[in-house]
């Protein structure tokens, strides 16, 4: 869980942090300003406008513009800079105005970001100014300048270009462009999620990625690359061992890369005098080695100044990529250390006793591991710890304008992904992104060159990997011979992999699995590095293959050993491959492959039998609901809808209380109760589902029967998706409850309207939701209709006052209403004799609640009496 920021700003403080800034002259305001640039433009973003604006017009700032007005126009991040901007611009008293403003502001605001730059400045005191200057300006190296510059030339010449990996046929080979203009910011966050993986980790983290969303902008703190080494207040220090944490093809590589290439070009970190960049899957050819040979096998042209470079260690960096694929058990609390950089020793021990600062005391280290391995992993030997959380929407939509080069295809394909929830989610991948726009460039241009309106596009990720792979091998097959022989060997090779959690491979596993290291067909799936390994373009591109193989070559025996070999994997590593042989058990899915395939009918029927007995064996009512949804999940990969009918549609009952359910899960939900056309019961109350997930479930949600959305903080906006699923023809819906969300007033005419034409809803929820005011009439006036049908009415704890009393004599019209809860209200004894009207007018009535109003006891009494003539009614007060 993220620590709790919450800090409370006193007069003295702020006469503190007054009298701190005032030493300091306009032209170490503005170094102060430069540094601090970044996060105050994120913090300007995510802070209410008007709280801000009053605290610098009691400072006396002059507004130079309608603020308000430019943030409607501009949106909130482009405000923020010309807010920036301007305040620089007005001068000292104005920048004081501002910093003043944002201490102040943490009594409102308690975001990392703020506090965090607020505790940097009062608690680094005059430390700071000199650290900016020496991070811009660097050491004074003397006789080691000829060879710092070496080194940096070394390091541009490897990390000035990004290369993009085309796949053969579907374009131009490996492209690269300026890191500079091609590298799109990917959103860093500090978190400990990754400490608490229960599924696949890119699985778990796509679904959560939209509520990072929202919760980055109140609760995470958002690092860019120059602040990972930069005061931390949650750890009181400047950091010195920092872990970066990422999900396979999220960006840890060209992360570091762009952190390498920023210092070569003085844009950050300049205490630093030399950055070694590692990566552990090159590392792990090595048994021992000491460290200066580690730094001279790399770095050749440092041979005659290792030495005087190592002397200093608070200058130096080191950067270990990978930690997930290093060979060595890298254990952060072992106490076999070493002090000496000349000695041999194991690479385990030599990054231990780095990190654990036993060897080259001072210098600072970062590293990058998937977060699966950081479960097991000890971190508390880091300073600083985040995670890599990918695109964010702006930045996938960046990402399709950059791949495409065309606005209107850019635009065609972003659409349809978009609408594809899916695929959708995954986006915020960048390698994702890739895959997904090779796919989509074939098909959208094949569309509009052949004008083929038949042709489907991939709607589920086995169905994207499909064509991916269709598509290359339509491209090479008149170049290569038996691409089905290639294809199982790459599966082999690939099952290996990930039953073994091997993401690299040499020329010996090539040769043992036959895979013919010289076909061109083998550098679509598979990239070499600089070193002799190999490793597939994408993990999942690794897991796709592995589940293709049972495809390809069927053995009853080998899908069988595989598949109880999963049961013992608590990692959730195997997540996407059981998702993939679900989708390939489809024909339809499968058939872009089907002459390359050969007979596929064993395997299908295989795979749908054991999908088939995990459901019967784990679909319990004690079952997590996590692991009901992967069930759900491999459903849906698998597009049987007879399969789905007969297992899910027998039970009738779906109940996911409790459980966050993701935009995605809502899709996979919608899927399920197209398939099983009628639902008797569907719970999904405190699911925190919200405005996205109600849209992807709303068209099928009028096949329930008994529906409860309590607890989702939908909003007034959200009563627009009840009234399409109330008013339509074919509404099954009985029972409704939609208690406890954020309902007005505003939302009963639209409520009120669905009624009137609804046929089906006889028990309906609204409790604690705050219903009274102006257009709550509305809703009264529907409900007492005396053809609606609804019987049990639930109002409590809805702001109901004396004012709203005369509306509730009409329900007695309601002749099928038999129970009324007003309980929990603000009703006084005003408001007593028009309830005993409408009870004595309400024949049907069976029971009223009345309790936890504003009654006096006498009153109670007399409403109490009127059960005397009515045996058949119970008056709760």
Known sequence: MEQNCFRVISDDDIKHFRQRLLQHEMSTLRILYEHFRYDLEYIVEILETRDLLSELRSRYVPMMRDYLLVEKELGSSAFSGVLIRDILDMGRDAVLALWESLFVLQNNCQHPNLIGVMTEITERGDKLVPQIILDENGHQLYELSDIHETHKKHLLESTQNLEEHRALGLAQQRQSGSISTCYLDLIVVSTQQFRNRTQHEIIETGGRHEHYLRKAQSTL?????????????????????????GVPGVGKTTLMQKFVFDWVTKKHYQRFSFIFFFKFRELNRYDGISLENMILDQYPHLQNQCQNILQDPEKLLFIFDGLDESVHNIDFRSQHLCSNTKIEERLDVIVVSLVRQSLLKGSSI????????????????????????????????????????DKELSNKVLQYVRQNDTLYTFCYIPSYCWIICTVLSVWFTTQMKDGDQNALPPKTVTQLFVSYVANILTNHTPDIERPNELMISIGKLAQHGVMNHILSFDIKDFETFQVDITSKLLSSF??????????????????????????LNFSKNDMELTLNRIKSFEDGRCEMFIRFLCGLSDGTTRSLLRSYLGSTISSSEHVISWVKHEIETKWK?????????????????????HLICSIIGSHGQLDFSEFHLTPVDCTV???????CKETEFFNIDRCFIQSEGLERIRGILHTVQKLRLSNNDLKDNDMLSFHKILVRDDCRVQKLSLRNNSFTSESCSSLASALLDNKSVTDLDLSRNNLAGPDFSNLMTALSNEECIISHLSLQQIKL????????????????LTHLDLSHNYLTDVSAEIIQDFILKSVNLMEIR?????????????LKQLEEPRPDLRIYV
């Open 526 to 551: 598979i990239i070499e590095s600089h070193t002799n390994t190999y490793s597939f373009l994408h993990l999942t591109i690794q897991e796709f293959f592995s589940a293709l193989l049972h495809f």
């Open 669 to 675: 939900l919608a899927y399920i109760l197209e398939c």
């Open 221 to 245: 703190e958002r690092i860019s690359p120059n602040r990972l080494f930069r005061w931390c207040h949650r750890s009181e220090c400047t950091p010195h061992a920092v872990m970066v944490s």
């Open 366 to 405: 970062l590293l990058t591991s998937r977060p699966t391995k950081l479960g097991s992993v000890d971190i508390g030997v880091f300073q600083r710890f985040s995670e890599i959380m990918g695109f964010f929407p702006n930045e996938r939509e960046a990402y399709f304008e950059q791949f495409f080069k």
């Open 850 to 862: 009345i309790e936890v109003n504003e009654l006096s006891k006498e009153t109670e009494k007399c």
């Open 801 to 816: 006052t004396d004012e709203y009393a005369p509306l509730l004599t009409s329900l007695h019209q309601n002749f099928n």
């Open 621 to 641: 009512p004690e079952t997590d609901p996590s692991e009901k949804m992967n069930l759900l999940t491999y459903l849906f990969e698998s597009r049987n809808k």
